[in-house]
């Protein structure tokens, strides 16, 4: 009889928390485009923590509907990635709270990322583990760096072998095959 599968570790962002906390996100955000300012930086987000969690967690950001120009949103999944954004009335860091709470009586291991201090002391514990939206940044900006350096490698032309042939042997080979 097979095992039965363990999920994987649950991954909690505080996204607007992750957003004002780097200028990788900060630079993204438009105030004057007449929608929703926050667009393209939860966007970036968005890959963000799905390249972050690939494989390894279950990826959740938690957004406040709050400031939102459309603050009644439904809750989505893009890039393998759930978006949750809090009901009226209820704040992101209470939709944190829960969705830890949830996970802790499974139990479930949890990942949090947040920088904010009430939130930090309210979910720790085992088997919570907490992460600051520094920590996350600062890991963000060294993937991208990787993947960048990684897509140069794809992007150069193939050498031949010969091409990495000593000259002096290469020409040594072509006499011998001539010959």
């Given at each position: 009889m097979p095992s039965p599968q363990v999920p994987r570790e649950l991954l909690v962002v505080d996204g607007y928390n992750v957003i004002y906390k780097s200028e990788r996100y900060m630079s993204r955000m438009d105030e004057t485009a007449g929608g929703d300012p926050f667009e393209q930086a939860r966007e970036q987000?968005?890959?963000?923590?799905?390249?972050?969690?690939?494989?390894?967690?279950e990826p959740v950001i938690v957004f406040d509907a709050a400031g939102n120009v459309s603050p009644e949103r439904p809750d989505l999944s893009r890039a393998g990635v759930r978006l949750v954004?809090?009901?009226t009335g209820e704040s992101a860091d209470a939709?944190?709270?829960r969705l830890v709470t949830e996970q802790r009586q499974l139990p479930r291991a949890v990942t949090v990322v947040t920088s904010d201090q009430?939130?930090?002391?309210?979910?720790?514990?085992?088997?919570?583990t907490r992460v600051s939206s520094d920590v996350l940044v600062s890991d963000m900006g060294e993937l991208a760096v990787e993947y960048k350096q990684a897509n140069a490698e794809r992007q150069r032309p193939h050498m031949r072998v010969e091409d990495r042939i000593d000259p002096a042997?290469?020409?040594k080979l072509w006499r011998m095959l001539r010959g």
């Open positions: 987000l968005i890959a963000d923590v799905a390249a972050y969690a690939k494989g390894r967690y954004f809090s009901p939709v944190i709270e009430t939130i930090r002391a309210t979910v720790g514990g085992v088997p919570v042997v290469r020409e």
